[in-house]
């Protein structure tokens, strides 16, 4: 069993910065991909970026150049630094851990709400 908790939201005006950690519970952080999804009022959920156990990353196009996502499996967290912010980045912020061998999320954080507002 994994949970995940998220923290780091907030409120903060247009181009300024937010850096949201997820931490996880459970030894076995380390072999799955991570990733940081985020769903705004009225819409679906979307992928913002993953991060494998190798670190290697991918980005949704709409916060290329701008979020930048880590982790660190010493301390079973993974990181989500976000830059140059617009207020169409308003959402909830979740962290779910992917199961590869089976294809899906088995686990989700609570969530943690970024406004981006001035």
């Known amino acids: 069993q994994v949970q995940l908790v998220e923290s780091g939201g907030g409120l903060v005006q247009p181009g300024g910065s937010l850096r949201l950690s997820c931490a996880a519970s459970?030894?076995?952080?380390?072999?799955?991909?991570m990733g940081w999804y985020r769903q705004a009022p009225g819409k679906q959920r979307e992928l913002v970026a993953t991060?494998?156990?190798?670190?290697?990353?991918n980005y949704a196009d709409s916060v290329k150049g701008r979020f930048t996502i880590s982790r660190d499996n010493a301390k079973n967290t993974v990181y989500l630094q976000m830059n140059s912010l617009k207020p169409e980045d308003t959402a909830v912020y979740y962290c779910?851990?992917?199961?590869?061998?089976?294809?899906?999320?088995?686990?989700w954080g609570q969530g943690t709400q970024v406004t981006v507002s001035s």
């Open positions: 459970g030894s076995i952080f380390r072999i799955y991909v």
């Open positions: 991060i494998t156990s190798g670190g290697n990353t």
């Open positions: 779910g851990a992917y199961n590869a061998n089976y294809g899906r999320y088995d686990y």
